[in-house]
């Protein structure tokens, strides 16, 4: 049976040139991101980002985040749409507090930064509403024009 002593954990010599180490694809990344993201109620969808060349599979998820990853740090910069009636300033936040826990849950690297970028409000709840709210009053409305049939009293 093993000593105690042998179970402990042994701190690695950095200094050793055969040190293993871990690097995460900036889609990997970014795909945590978007992720952590969607999961913010508020978001109504993510707004393709200047500059980004991430593509792949993933390409729906990862739209709207740019990432900078370094060995032990990483860089997001989030750019969203943001439904109306909710303040947005909470939703921004929540963003960035999901991002960096997920983030830092997932990979162990520090998250140094999370901006987000409010590229608009989506009106999309409220026009589908209100479109259902026209199609039910013309229904009503069509159902109240309707002259009711006299019955053999009335007549």
């Known amino acids: 049976m093993a000593s105690k002593k042998d179970n402990q954990l042994k701190t690695v010599d950095e200094t050793n040139e055969n040190v293993s180490t871990i690097t995460y694809a900036n889609e990997v990344i970014a ?4 992720m952590a993201v969607a999961d913010v109620e508020g978001i109504a969808g993510m707004v393709p980002n200047p500059g980004a060349k991430i593509g792949g599979k993933n390409k ?20 969203v749409l943001i439904e109306y009636g909710r303040p947005i300033q909470k939703v921004a936040v929540e963003v960035q507090e999901n991002v ?3 983030l830092e849950t997932m990979t162990g690297l520090h998250v140094v930064r999370v901006d987000v970028h409010v590229q608009g409000v989506s ?19 069509e159902t109240a024009e309707k002259p009711a049939e006299k019955t053999e009293e009335e007549a």
Do not use: D, H, M
């Open 31 to 34: 795909t945590i991101a978007g």
């Open 60 to 79: 729906n998820i990862t739209r709207g985040i740019k990432v900078e990853v370094g060995p032990e740090e990483v860089s997001c910069e989030i750019y």
């Open 123 to 141: 009106f999309e709840k409220e026009n589908s509403a209100l479109t259902a709210g026209a199609q039910n009053a013309r229904l009503t409305g």
């Open 100 to 102: 960096r826990r997920s």
